[in-house]
């Protein structure tokens, strides 16, 4: 009788998260729904009312400027005018402060953000200040997938 003889298979290497970064960029998923993250760049998508052109990010049933019921999708500037804005000193812990909540105009459509890269202080923040979208890596899961928000930040 004839020894049968088995082989055993190499032992398959386990990817880890730092395995993964060197092979591949790692995933990448947008904080809110309405951030883009396009191959030539993020940008915002709103949502517009068929009837009038007013502009939503969040889900409708129907436009609270004219009760129209159809929506669009359409994209957001991506560069504006800061109109508005506050210098945070108090926040949820685990928020760093101070930081800047800002209201940007990107071409009749109203974008409440934070302003980002710049010092959170009346001298380096001035209504008017002209402002470009732009978009940073919040977190990341034990996989790697970064989650990415988004900010104003000076243009």
Request: proline share 5%.
């Amino acid at each position: 009788m004839a020894a049968t003889r088995t082989t055993k298979k190499p032992a398959k290497k386990k990817k880890t998260s730092a395995t993964r970064a060197r092979s591949k960029p790692p995933a990448r998923v947008p904080l809110v729904d309405y951030l883009v993250l396009g191959a030539n760049g993020a940008y915002l998508r709103a949502n517009e009312c068929k009837s009038c052109g007013a502009r939503f990010f969040d889900r409708r049933n129907a436009c609270a400027a004219c009760g129209g019921r159809e929506f669009k999708k359409a994209r957001v500037k991506s560069r504006g005018e800061l109109v508005g804005f506050s210098i945070v000193h108090r926040a949820a812990p685990g928020i760093a402060v101070p930081f800047v909540s800002g209201i940007v105009d990107c071409g009749g459509t109203t974008v409440r953000a934070n302003v980002i890269d710049v010092e959170a202080d009346p001298e380096h923040v001035k209504l008017g200040m002209k402002l470009a979208l732009a978009t940073y890596v919040s977190g990341s899961d034990d996989d790697g997938t970064e989650c990415v928000a988004f900010g104003y930040a000076p243009a």
